[in-house]
Nanobody, 119 residues
Framework: QVQLVESGGGSVQAGDSLRLSCAAS????????MGWFRQTPREERKFVAA????????NYADSVKGRFTISRDNAKNTVYLQMNSLKPEDTAVYYC????????????WGQGTQVTVSS
């Protein structure tokens, strides 16, 4: 089992920055890929960014490329999502997730953290 706890959400103005954190516990993450997803009341959960824990490779949704950066801290077992140049359309509940890197589906999810961006 992997337990994930997000933090760092809040309410900001357009153009501001926020950094989300996801603290992981329960297993070593060396074989895992960590992802961030977001969901609004009107839309299904969507992929935002992911990082392979061991190799460090990353990928991003087109809508956040160049603005968001995913990273990890091995010592703290924590994944971060640095969000810059925030837009109102980034408003959503953000979820951290984990999957075994050998598989496609994410098996573990955090409780989510709200990000609200005002124009």
């Amino acid at each position: 089992q992997v337990q994930l706890v997000e933090s760092g959400g809040g309410s900001v103005q357009a153009g501001d920055s926020l950094r989300l954190s996801c603290a992981a516990s329960g297993r070593t993450l060396v074989r895992y890929t960590m992802g961030w997803f977001r969901q609004t009341p009107r839309e299904e959960r969507k992929f935002v960014a992911a990082i392979n824990w061991s190799a460090g490779g990353t990928n991003y949704a087109d809508s956040v490329k160049g603005r968001f950066t995913i990273s990890r801290d091995n010592a703290k077992n924590t994944v971060y999502l640095q969000m810059n140049s925030l837009k109102p359309e980034d408003t959503a509940v953000y979820y951290c997730a984990a999957r075994n890197s050998a598989y496609v589906n994410y098996d573990y999810w955090g409780q989510g953290t709200q990000v609200t961006v005002s124009s």
